[in-house]
């Protein structure tokens, strides 16, 4: 298969900083689209993969999976764009589009494994994919977004990867007018859920570690904040939630916010994979019908009904742009929780 060199920058270890390298994009065939990349989102996960923190990462890294640009080449079946368009592309680049899951537009959840828009099955050229931290992506139609024309190109990447996870637990549990929700951590997940919750009429809280993040937090549009480390604070708001979404990336007690929420409620993990430390007590879950659960980004349609609801809304993420080469210093505040509240790199800049 015809192959194009393209600058990109990634990581060739886990201990090994970001730096520039060289990879191939494959030429579109008739159902593709390739892009110029102007801007891509930094989100948590970038950093998990490119450290390995999760195990299974393949060498060279090159992450990125919030992805805006413009249209430069489309293959002769493509139908729905035409180049020069502005268009975006998430975590999903690939699915098999045949088992029930994809039929029901649930490519995330895909039976015979959804492609990784890096880290995944390169079933074009083999190897891996590589993400967004390039100067181009070649991506099958089926998996390209239409980003809305009035927002902030460079605010809008982010609702690429923190945009629909956030936006699909909300969804899926029927956040409407009058819910009450409430969102652990405030960072590129965390300020992206309290938005779109409060953009579905939702009465918000936010839990946070950081007492200096409150007034940030009501300007995003939380009605309250509470501090989880103050006990007082936690028991002020026992048994009031329909919905949490816990965006924290590593292991922590979630029992604490169990006891928040109000009967049926369910907390929902988007954030840390992995065994739950301590264990999870089921006695308050059975006792008031409560669930835990998880959620993984989302699918084609409902990431597009996302953007065009943030279109209507004139909803974006907060951003601080970045240059490629100040990747490895990002990563380091994202650590520290450093972020106001997501980094998008400038692709120019490469
Ligand atoms: P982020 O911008 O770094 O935000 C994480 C926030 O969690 C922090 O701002 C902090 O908020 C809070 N936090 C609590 N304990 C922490 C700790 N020990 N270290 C760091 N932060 C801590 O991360 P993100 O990009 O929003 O991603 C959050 C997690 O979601 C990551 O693990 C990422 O891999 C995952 N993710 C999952 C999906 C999915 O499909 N399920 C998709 C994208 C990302 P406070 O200061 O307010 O406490
Ligand atoms: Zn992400």
């Known amino acids: 298969m015809k192959t194009t060199n393209v600058k990109a920058f990634g990581t060739a270890a886990a201990d090994a900083d970001l730096k520039e390298l060289d990879i191939n994009r494959r030429e579109v065939t008739a159902n593709d689209i390739e892009i110029e990349i102007l801007y891509c989102g930094v989100c948590h996960s970038d950093l998990h993969t490119a450290r390995n923190d999760w195990g299974g990462t393949m060498y060279p890294s090159v992450p990125g999976h919030e992805i805006v640009g413009r249209i430069t080449k489309i293959g002769n079946e493509v139908t729905k764009f035409k180049v020069g368009d502005l268009a975006g592309v998430g975590c999903l680049v690939g699915s098999c589009k045949t088992c029930d899951s994809c039929k029901k537009d649930l490519e995330q959840y895909c039976s015979n494994g959804w492609v990784g828009t890096y880290n995944g099955e390169d079933k074009y050229l083999g190897g891996h994919t ?19 024309t009035n927002l ?8 690429l990867c923190a945009g629909i996870t956030t936006w699909s637990p909300l969804r899926h549990w029927n956040v409407k007018k009058g819910s009450k929700v409430a969102v652990v951590g405030l960072g590129g997940l965390g300020h992206m859920a309290i938005k779109l919750a409060k953009g579905l009429g939702a009465e918000v809280t936010l839990f946070s570690r950081t007492p200096e993040k409150t007034q940030d937090a009501k300007d995003l549009g939380a009605d309250t904040v509470v501090i ?5 604070q936690m028991s002020a708001v026992a048994g009031e939630f329909d919905l949490i979404i816990d965006t924290v990336p590593y292991v922590h007690d979630i029992n604490p916010y169990v006891g928040t929420l109000n009967i049926s409620g369910t907390l929902v993990l988007v954030g840390y994979l992995g065994p739950l430390d ?12 409560k669930s835990v659960a998880g959620s993984l980004i989302g699918g084609i349609a409902e990431t ?13 993420s907060e951003i601080e742009i970045i240059k490629m080469q100040d990747i490895n210093k990002a990563y380091e505040r994202m650590l520290k929780s450093d972020v106001k509240y997501r980094f998008v790199i400038d ?3 490469l």
């Open 304 to 316: 597009q009904e996302m953007l065009d609801f943030c279109g209507e809304h004139n909803i974006v």
């Open 278 to 289: 301590p264990f999870l007590n089921s006695v308050p879950m059975i006792l008031g019908r």
């Open 228 to 232: 989880s480390t103050d006990e007082n």
């Open 130 to 148: 590589f993400g967004g931290y390039s100067e181009k992506v070649v991506v099958e139609e089926h998996f390209v977004l239409k980003v809305p």
């Open 152 to 159: 902030n190109l460079a605010a809008v990447a982010p609702l």
């Open 347 to 349: 692709m120019s800049s």
